[in-house]
Nanobody, 129 residues
């Protein structure tokens, strides 16, 4: 089964850092724009960041801009989300997703869940003292 697998979630104190990883199983990530979404309890899933297939262009939500950095290593078939200066409001389950056709290689200007065809199961990030 073609799938994405997230890892790296943990309990961290405010101001701390984490790096999440998104690895692909049985397919290559290289052709796809890859996004990170998150969903907090009782809230809708929101787009956090996206990186184009070439790794040159990336987008960030206003809430994480300047604190999170997305990157990809196509040789390792993995996308990363480096999170710094974490805040309690960053607490959520984080999901990675691969964009579907026709524009599967670039990040959309406005991300919606429907634009992404493959999803991981999520990894939990909890920011608390």
């Amino acid at each position: 089964q073609l799938q994405l697998v997230e890892s790296g979630g943990a309990l961290v104190q405010p101001g701390g850092s984490l790096r999440l990883s998104c690895a692909a199983s049985r397919f290559t990530l290289q052709p796809y724009a890859i996004a990170w979404f998150r969903q907090a309890p009782g809230k809708e899933r929101e787009a956090v960041s996206c990186i184009n297939t070439g790794g040159v262009g990336a987008t960030y939500s206003d809430s994480v801009k300047g604190r999170f950095t997305i990157s990809r290593d196509n040789a390792k078939n993995t996308v990363y989300l480096q999170m710094s200066d974490l805040k309690p409001e960053d607490t959520a389950t984080y999901y990675c997703a691969a964009r579907g056709p026709p524009l599967l290689h670039i990040c959309p200007n406005e991300a919606t869940e429907e634009q992404y065809r493959r999803w991981g199961q999520g990894t939990q990030v909890t920011v608390s003292s």
